[in-house]
């Protein structure tokens, strides 16, 4: 009888230890993006790249996102260490048919990180959950900026400076 107990009692723990576990069916984008040269203080615009979902056939706004990651290169010298530099990003879906359908907005606190100053700490700050895609492909694409302060002597903004990926569940 304490044995069929014993039993139970495991069976039951792993019914619960299994009901909580939660399935990621995440895809990511293959290969890393870089943004191209740009400048500061201005609106910046990246080509399409496209993302594929394997789990569903139509995407809304919480379903598509885009991850950062260090990159290689920072801003240069001419710009003010100034930790309080931001860097703004929306990022879009578009079938290049004049129906871009905005997604979300991040925004990055700009850092020191191995002698590259670069936008280090990303925010999500607002998202859509509007239907942005019929079918089970984004074509994502980014507009970006960074505040260019006073002092700063060059508005030059390095190719490379955010490295990123879409991403799309």
Same mark, same amino acid.
């Given at each position: 009888?304490?044995?069929?107990?014993?039993? =139970? @009692?495991? =069976?039951?723990?792993? @019914?619960?230890?299994?009901?909580?576990? $939660?399935?990621?069916?995440? $895809?990511?984008?293959?290969?890393?993006?870089?943004? &191209?040269?740009?400048?500061?203080?201005?609106?910046?615009? !990246?080509?399409?790249?496209?993302?594929?979902?394997?789990?569903?056939?139509?995407?809304?706004?919480? +379903?598509? /996102?885009?991850? #950062?990651?260090?990159? &290689?290169?920072?801003?240069? /010298?001419?710009?003010?260490?100034?930790?309080?530099?931001? *860097?703004?990003? #929306?990022?879009?879906? +578009?079938?290049?048919?004049?129906?871009?359908?905005?997604?979300?907005?991040? !925004? *990055?606190? #700009? &850092?020191?990180?191995?002698?590259?100053?670069?936008?280090?700490?990303?925010?999500?700050? !607002?998202?859509?959950?509007?239907? =942005?895609?019929?079918?089970? $492909?984004? !074509?994502?694409?980014?507009?970006?900026?960074?505040?260019?302060?006073?002092? +700063?002597? &060059?508005? *030059?903004?390095?190719? /490379?400076?955010?490295?990123?990926? #879409?991403?799309?569940?």
């Amino acid at each position: 009888m304490k044995s069929v107990k014993k039993s =139970i @009692c495991v =069976i039951l723990s792993m @019914c619960l230890l299994l009901g909580t576990l $939660t399935v990621s069916a995440e $895809t990511v984008s293959p290969d890393y993006l870089y943004s &191209s040269a740009g400048t500061a203080g201005m609106w910046n615009y !990246e080509s399409t790249s496209s993302v594929q979902s394997n789990l569903l056939s139509s995407l809304y706004g919480g +379903d598509v /996102g885009v991850y #950062f990651y260090i990159p &290689s290169v920072g801003l240069q /010298g001419s710009y003010i260490r100034d930790l309080s530099r931001k *860097a703004m990003l #929306f990022y879009y879906e +578009d079938d290049g048919n004049n129906s871009q359908k905005y997604i979300g907005k991040k !925004e *990055a606190t #700009f &850092s020191v990180y191995n002698n590259l100053y670069i936008p280090y700490y990303w925010t999500h700050i !607002e998202s859509t959950s509007d239907l =942005i895609e019929s079918d089970n $492909t984004a !074509e994502m694409h980014i507009v970006w900026a960074i505040t260019k302060n006073l002092g +700063d002597t &060059s508005s *030059a903004v390095p190719a /490379g400076l955010l490295k990123y990926k #879409f991403w799309v569940y």
